[in-house]
């Protein structure tokens, strides 16, 4: 599962793409909601880490600022990838997600 | 019979079969979990505070379960589409990708609040093709500065492995210092032959666990 916490925590990582490699482009995608625990502490520690604009980009979606925690831990932890595939902006590698899982996996002139 | 690793790559040697057998073998098990608790004794993170981790070669879930009980939010990576499979099943709820660890990471600088691996760096250390990019040396230093990135400053990463030989720990050890950590190789039941594990504990900054909450 990939959840959107995940996601926004990704940048490509193909030999020589250092610049303009994040956030990656979901298409193509299969949503699914699953249930979890609200969490206020973690999400309170993990705020400092959240790239805004990625976060919005990819889930199109407004946290009002009446129960922000509740929105983020819906968005972030609540939200899963099941399907699809993740392109980078820079350089193009597509990393296939399937079952839940996304591939990766680099070629060997991608490896740096 | 030769150790796993010198028989065939990761994702070859956990076929489905073997990935099933490892995971559903109440000895591995209790083995897992034992140096799972171990290490995260060893990761020395706040008591009672919530932290997202990074389980290197996550596998079919074993470690990741205990993450779970523990209240942990992590991210599993793994090279075996067998093991991941079974980790699916069994409901892990941590996020599963398949990598190859020695290509490298690509998280975001200060990702995790630390980061634990069982039973996996002795595969990096066996090369699986002549190319120069998957020589044990070059894949270990991929892995390590990209580990090292993902990591919180201060945080910590807990890497149990089997070595063959004390050169390979000597190998590993100095390429994760160039990498930029600090801290050195934790032994237990140094004197026994079958009980004896090594836990590679390194350090981002000081090395003292990261304060995961903070006020809003
Ligand atoms: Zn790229």
Redesign the pocket.
């Known amino acids: 599962m990939v959840r959107l916490i995940t996601h926004n925590l990704l940048a ?1 990582h ?1 030999k020589g ?1 250092t610049t303009n ?1 994040y956030p990656l482009k979901f298409s193509n995608v299969k949503l699914a909601l699953r249930e979890a625990d609200f969490n206020p502490d973690f999400l309170r520690g993990f705020l400092p880490r959240i790239e805004w604009d990625a976060l919005v980009q990819a889930s199109r979606e407004r946290c009002s600022t009446t129960d922000l925690l509740k929105q983020l831990h819906h968005v972030l932890l609540e939200t899963h990838i099941d399907e699809g595939s993740m392109t ?1 902006p ?4 597509v990393y296939p997600i399937s079952n839940g899982i996304p591939n990766m996996l680099l070629a060997e002139h991608e490896i740096g | 019979m030769s150790r796993p690793e010198l028989q065939a790559p990761p994702e070859i040697y956990y076929g489905d079969a073997e990935a099933s057998k490892y995971t559903n073998n109440t000895r591995i098990q209790q083995i897992q979990a034992d140096m799972t608790y171990r290490a995260l004794e060893l990761l020395n993170l706040p008591p009672g505070e919530p932290a997202f981790l990074l389980d290197i070669g996550c596998g079919s879930g074993l470690s990741g379960e205990i993450l779970d009980e523990e209240g942990y939010v992590w991210v599993g990576v793994d090279v075996a589409p067998s093991m991941l499979e079974v980790a699916l099943e069994r409901e892990v709820e941590g996020d599963l990708f398949l990598q190859d660890i020695g290509q490298g990471f690509g998280f975001r600088p200060g990702s995790f609040d630390g980061a634990i691996s069982i039973s996996v760096l002795q595969w990096l250390l066996n090369a699986e093709t002549s190319h120069p990019t998957s020589s044990p040396p070059h894949r270990l230093a991929r892995f390590f500065t990209t580990l090292h990135s993902a990591l919180r400053n201060p945080s910590r990463a807990v890497l149990q492995f089997y070595p063959t030989s004390d050169d390979q720990v000597q190998l590993i050890t100095s390429i994760a210092q160039k990498a930029g950590f600090g801290g050195g190789v934790v032994v237990d039941y140094p004197n026994s032959k079958k009980a004896r594990k090594v836990f590679l504990c390194l350090f981002v900054g000081d090395g003292r666990a990261a304060s995961a909450a903070q006020q809003l």
């Open positions: 490509c193909a793409c490699n980078c820079n350089c193009g590698h």
